[in-house]
């Protein structure tokens, strides 16, 4: 199982991206997908977590700022974040709590992230 982030890159304050994760290999669920991000000098924090399609929590620092979508059928996670600050500079990762197929066991994959650079 892999997951794999896109759509990351350098906006100034105010401005808007979207970042794009996208699961693939031997799954037979998908439980959460979940976004995270690590700025700089600070530890890795929840950004938004989704269950099987619904969303279920944001950070406060993001909310009314951020949204998520999830599609469960073609297994992937987007970020939709708006407003940005220079405080959401991170390197951005996507997290997903899957069982592989044929019964296989279930454990967390995490991509290798993608950066978000916010300056003026």
């Known amino acids: 199982v892999q997951v794999v982030e896109s759509g990351g890159g350098s906006v100034q304050p105010g401005g808007s991206l979207t970042l794009s994760c996208l699961v693939s290999?031997?799954?037979?669920?998908?439980?959460?997908m979940d976004w995270y991000r690590q700025g700089p000098g600070k530890q890795r924090e929840l950004v938004a977590s989704?269950?099987?399609?619904?969303?279920?929590d944001y950070a406060d620092s993001v909310k009314g700022r951020f949204t998520v979508s999830r599609d469960d059928a073609k297994k992937t996670l987007t970020l939709q974040m708006n407003r940005l600050q220079t405080e959401d500079t991170a390197v951005y990762y996507c997290?997903?709590?899957?069982?592989?197929?044929?019964?296989?066991?279930?454990?967390?994959?995490w991509g290798h992230g993608t950066q978000v650079t916010v300056s003026s």
């Open positions: 989704t269950k099987r399609g619904r969303t279920v």
């Open positions: 290999g031997n799954i037979e669920t998908i439980f959460f």
């Open positions: 997290n997903a709590d899957v069982r592989e197929g044929d019964y296989g066991e279930r454990y967390s994959v």
